[in-house]
């Protein structure tokens, strides 16, 4: 996971700090060269490293200790206030149009994921904001990218505008004129990248903006790439004026440097970031949440929303009607599991979660190949058999278990997890604390990924 290297050592420095009962000047400058060794470490610009650093030192010799914080609290303190105002302050939104539809104009370098951004970012804002996007396919140059744009708009069943091979410009045009016959507020213009910037892409760009007048440029780039992501940014700035930027791949082994000089480097904001392969797997960017989750504090309130999303009010009502009847079924079973799985993988959640949380649950995943065991199990039962696990007797686990094609053995231990989940149901109904303990458990579904 992107800063997983920097939060350690950072992590480590401020543990130093609060060993100590006061803290010198010399304290505070010495903690302050470990800082700028380790975002130099994380290939943040030396420029960037250089002016925060300054500015953290400065705040934190000058200033006075609050009663309520201690010394290394306060310098703590000050870091994270800092962190945050280096990465933009604030979540930054995307305007939308006061009338006709919000035209956003996604441009990046191939390989960075634009297309498949582009598909996440409207799905998200379909589901976020109830908008009815269109995706259009101006991208008529690299093989299969029209394609691929049906493709994964299919799979979010988000409408897709193309027009094959023709003048991308033109077919901007036209996906704007199609989206206000058919009320999409929303087009997302999948544009052409190169494998570097040159002044053909850029010719390009600037026709289509020039064209469509776009209410928002966003530009797509990998967090993997380090430097070389703030150096497209500057470069697509310079030459087109973004407004706005889309990390992908921050779920990967980077060290995490673009998020921290982008905003310095060209002003402007990242607006979302990517957060894994799945096409729900975005969110907006929020500046003070990432700082907080870079110095080991967790980010409580992203997880409460991936909860939220995930959860169903109704359905949680029914359940607790249930819980108080005793009457958990594995029916109730198989869509509690559906709710897990919307959870999204564990390793995703383990960053939100303060220090020592966060590294128990990093590298933990939902085992997929269990889960769809478990739930072909289920599935392969009567309504009946699910309403009263207790009527299973050895003839009914073997009809069963030859009807989803897996033994019996495997049928006796899902009811052994769905009697251990029964009980935990039943101890959380009685403590009043609702479903928040099935991360904990995770009904026997939860295991290590194993470090390459």
């Known amino acids: 996971m992107a800063f997983e290297g920097l939060s350690e050592k950072l992590s480590a420095t401020f543990k130093r700090l609060r060993g100590k009962g006061r803290l010198s000047e010399n304290d505070v400058r010495e903690a302050m060269r470990e800082v700028r060794l380790a975002l130099l470490e994380a290939d943040v610009g030396y420029k960037v490293v250089k002016d925060f650093v300054a500015k953290v030192t400065e705040r934190a010799i000058g200033s006075d200790v609050l009663d309520s914080l201690t010394p290394a609290q306060q310098v703590i303190k000050i870091v994270n206030e800092e962190l945050t105002a280096l990465m933009g302050g604030a979540n930054a939104k995307i305007s939308m149009a006061s009338s006709g539809p919000t035209v956003v104009m996604m441009v990046g370098l191939q390989g960075a994921g634009k297309t498949t951004t582009t598909a996440k970012l409207a799905g998200l804002l379909r589901r976020q904001m109830q908008k009815r996007p269109l995706l259009a396919a101006c991208d008529v140059y690299r093989p299969a990218a029209i394609e691929q744009l049906k493709v994964v708009g299919g799979q979010l069943d988000l409408p897709v505008f193309e027009e094959g091979q023709g003048d991308p410009v033109e077919i901007a045009r036209n996906a704007i004129r199609h989206a206000r016959d058919y009320g999409n507020d929303m ?150 599991l559906q709710q897990l799985r919307g959870m999204g993988d564990l390793s995703q959640l383990a960053g939100m979660m303060p220090s020592q949380l966060g590294k128990q649950l990093q590298g933990t995943s939902i085992d997929e190949k269990v889960l769809s065991h478990t739930e072909a199990i289920i599935l392969s039962m009567t309504p009946l058999e699910r309403e009263n696990p207790q009527i299973l007797g050895a003839s009914r686990k073997r009809r069963i278990a030859a009807g989803c094609g897996l033994g019996v053995v495997d049928v006796n231990r899902l009811l052994k997890q769905f009697e251990a989940m029964q009980q935990m149901f039943k101890q959380m109904s009685r403590g009043g604390r609702g479903f928040g303990g099935l991360g904990g458990r995770l009904g026997g579904f939860g295991r290590k990924k194993r470090r390459r």
């Open 187 to 336: 087009v997302f213009l999948d544009t052409a990248g190169r494998l570097h910037v040159d002044e053909a892409l850029m010719d390009e760009l600037k026709r289509m903006k020039e064209a469509v007048h776009p209410h928002e440029i966003l530009l797509v780039v990998d967090a993997m790439t380090g430097q070389d992501a703030v150096n497209a940014a500057s470069a697509f700035d310079d030459s087109l004026g973004i407004d706005g930027v889309i990390l992908t791949k921050l779920d990967g082994d980077a060290r995490g440097g673009a998020a921290l000089s982008i905003r310095a480097a060209t002003g402007k904001p990242i607006k979302f970031v990517g957060t894994g392969e799945k096409l729900d797997m975005i969110e907006p960017f929020h500046p003070d949440r990432m700082a907080s989750r870079i110095l080991g504090m967790g980010d409580m309130l992203s997880f409460i929303e991936k909860a939220e999303a995930a959860y169903d009010e109704k359905q949680a009502a029914k359940m607790e009607e249930k819980l108080r009847k005793n009457r958990f079924t594995l029916q109730d079973y198989y869509d509690q």
